[in-house]
T-cell receptor, first 113, second 116 residues
Framework: AQSVAQPEDQVNVAEGNPLTVKCTYS??????LFWYVQYPNRGLQFLLK??????LVKGSYGFEAEFNKSQTSFHLKKPSALVSDSALYFC???????????FGAGTRLFVKA | ETGVTQSPTHLIKTRGQQVTLRCSSQ?????VSWYQQALGQGPQFIFQ???????GRGNFPPRFSGLQFPNYSSELNVNALELDDSALYLC???????????????FGPGTRLTVT
């Protein structure tokens, strides 16, 4: 069965420190990979995507993600966290040519000043 | 902010009732997807509409149905509401042109449905 796993319910990091939010997936073929962020009482906002090419992709607000095909992972990273980065982060996958996007359960990021 | 709007913002219904949720897609987007996000969970795909037809569905029963209109706006209808239908319902619009969109979706703020 196709699935997306975000192993950490919450990640705590101090402001200015690097952050990593983990994501692994289990789908057949070569999926499109995404990260979205959700702020309280808001819909999801697109951060970045991996389709093909360079394994390190850069997105909005200084975030980047590293694709690892052998480990089927797509971890979200940022070199220096901000308090304003505190939010709920979702990893998602979609099969090429498909219509269905599968989301992980989400990881809450808390950045402490 | 995306250009996707949803109405109403909040809704309270009684078990067994029917509900209609509405979504206006971002300008230029011809594809609309609906998701159910239960508390503490990720969004679950309900279905997708393209050119006024359903072209994909997740694991939701037939009492979840939808419509898409010529202006690409959309409705989600849920009949015979159950307590477990309480959730945030998200609408997302996208462009059908893969080269342009590459699967990126633009989400509305959601409708919070509470079933009592």
């Amino acid at each position: 069965a196709q699935s997306v796993a975000q192993p950490e319910d919450q990640v705590n990091v101090a402001e200015g420190n690097p952050l990593t939010v983990k994501c692994t997936y289990s789908v057949s073929g070569n999926p499109y990979l995404f990260w979205y962020v959700q702020y309280p009482n808001r819909g999801l906002q697109f951060l970045l995507k991996y389709i093909t090419g360079d394994n390190l992709v850069k997105g909005s607000y200084g975030f980047e993600a590293e694709f690892n095909k052998s480990q089927t992972s797509f971890h979200l990273k940022k070199p220096s966290a901000l308090v304003s980065d505190s939010a709920l982060y979702f990893c998602a996958v979609r099969l090429t040519g498909g219509f269905k996007t599968i989301f992980g359960a989400g990881t809450r990021l808390f950045v402490k000043a | 902010e995306t250009g996707v709007t949803q109405s109403p913002t909040h809704l309270i219904k009684t078990r067994g009732q029917q509900v209609t949720l509405r979504c206006s897609s971002q300008s230029g987007h011809n594809t609309v997807s609906w998701y159910q996000q239960a508390l503490g969970q990720g969004p679950q795909f309900i279905f997708q509409y393209y050119r006024e037809e359903e072209n994909g569905r997740g694991n939701f029963p037939p009492r979840f149905s939808g419509l898409q209109f010529p202006n690409y706006s959309s409705e989600l209808n849920v009949n015979a509401l159950e307590l477990d239908d309480s959730a945030l319902y998200l609408c997302a619009s996208s462009s059908r042109l893969e080269r342009e969109a590459m699967g990126v979706q633009y989400f509305g703020p959601g409708t919070r449905l509470t079933v009592t």
